[in-house]
C-alpha cells in the first residue's frame, strides 16, 4: 500500500499543492495518467478543480483525468494507474463515493497497490471514518465508515489556535470529546504542511514541526520523520 496523505493544498502562501512537489514526484515514479477525485470541492465547479489540480501537477509531465468526466466510475476506478482525492468538505466528498458504489472499490485497489494521495478531506478519508473531520455535515452520507485504508483516525488542518474573547471548542476540545468515547482509537492530527506516508507496512510522518498523537485522553507531540509504524498493527 502507497499512502501520501497531506494536511492541506497550500502551506502558508505557497501555490497550489507547490510545498509537496518533492513528495508527490517520489509518490508518482512510474506513473504517467492520475485518475483525480474532484467530489469534495462543493463550491468549485469540477471541471475548474480538475484544470487546478492538472496545472500544479504539470511538472510532473502526467495526464491527470478526472472522475466526475467518466459515466462509469467502477470502470475508471478500475483503470486507475494512481487515484488523487481532494481537499473541501468531507461529508459531501463521502456521501458521494457511496452514492457511487466504490468505497470499497477504492480501498481493494489502494489495497492491491495503486498509490493513493489525499489533501484534506481526500486524507481525512483515507482514516477509519470521517468522525474527526473539521467540516460541518452539510449531507448525510450513508455511514460515516471512510475508506478504512489506515487503522486510525485523521485530522488534517490541525491548529489548537484560539482567538482571544472566542468561547466555542478549540480543536483539542473537540477531539478529546471523541477520545472520551473512543479510548483506544488513535487520531494523527496533521499541521498544514505535513503529511502521512505509508508504503506497505511503515508509516513516517513528514513535514517541517512535525504533529500530534491524540490518544486515551493524551496528547504527544511527534517530530518530523517519526516512524509510526506501530499504529499499523
Same mark, same amino acid.
Given at each position: ?71 462509469? =466510475?467502477?470502470? $475508471?476506478?478500475?483503470?486507475?494507474? !494512481?487515484?488523487?482525492?481532494? #481537499?473541501?468538505?468531507?461529508?459531501? %466528498?463521502? @456521501? ?89 482509537? =488513535?487520531?494523527? $492530527?496533521?499541521?498544514?504542511?505535513? !503529511?502521512?506516508?505509508?508504503? #506497505?507496512?511503515?508509516?513516517?510522518? %513528514?513535514? @517541517? ?25
Amino acid at each position: 500500500m502507497h499512502l501520501l496523505l497531506l494536511s492541506s493544498s497550500r502551506a502558508n502562501n505557497s501555490e497550489y499543492l507547490a510545498p509537496y512537489m518533492t513528495w508527490l514526484t517520489a509518490q508518482l515514479q512510474g506513473i504517467d495518467e492520475l485518475l483525480f477525485i474532484p467530489y469534495a470541492g462543493v463550491t468549485v465547479d469540477s471541471d475548474d478543480y480538475l484544470k487546478q489540480v492538472a496545472s500544479a501537477l504539470a511538472p510532473l509531465n502526467i495526464k491527470v483525468a478526472s472522475l466526475h468526466q467518466h459515466s462509469q =466510475p467502477k470502470e $475508471a476506478i478500475n483503470n486507475a494507474q !494512481a487515484i488523487a482525492v481532494g #481537499g473541501g468538505n468531507t461529508f459531501q %466528498l463521502l @456521501n458521494k463515493l457511496y452514492q457511487q458504489d466504490i468505497v470499497q472499490l477504492i480501498r481493494q485497489r489502494v489495497t492491491d497497490g495503486v498509490p493513493y494521495i489525499g489533501w484534506s478531506a481526500g486524507s481525512n478519508i483515507a482514516g477509519q471514518s470521517i468522525r474527526t473531520t473539521n467540516d460541518m455535515p452539510i449531507v448525510e452520507p450513508a455511514s460515516f465508515d471512510a475508506l478504512q485504508l489506515l487503522p486510525l483516525q485523521l485530522n488534517p488542518h490541525y491548529s489548537d489556535y484560539k482567538p482571544e474573547g472566542f468561547h466555542g471548542e478549540t480543536r483539542d476540545m473537540r477531539l478529546a470529546e471523541f477520545m472520551v468515547l473512543n479510548p483506544t482509537t =488513535p487520531i494523527i $492530527a496533521l499541521p498544514e504542511g505535513t !503529511a502521512l506516508k505509508r508504503s #506497505g507496512d511503515a508509516l513516517t510522518l %513528514l513535514g @517541517n514541526g512535525g504533529g500530534y498523537l491524540f490518544k486515551g485522553g493524551d496528547k504527544t507531540a511527534i517530530a518530523e520523520n517519526s516512524d509510526l509504524s506501530y499504529l499499523l498493527d
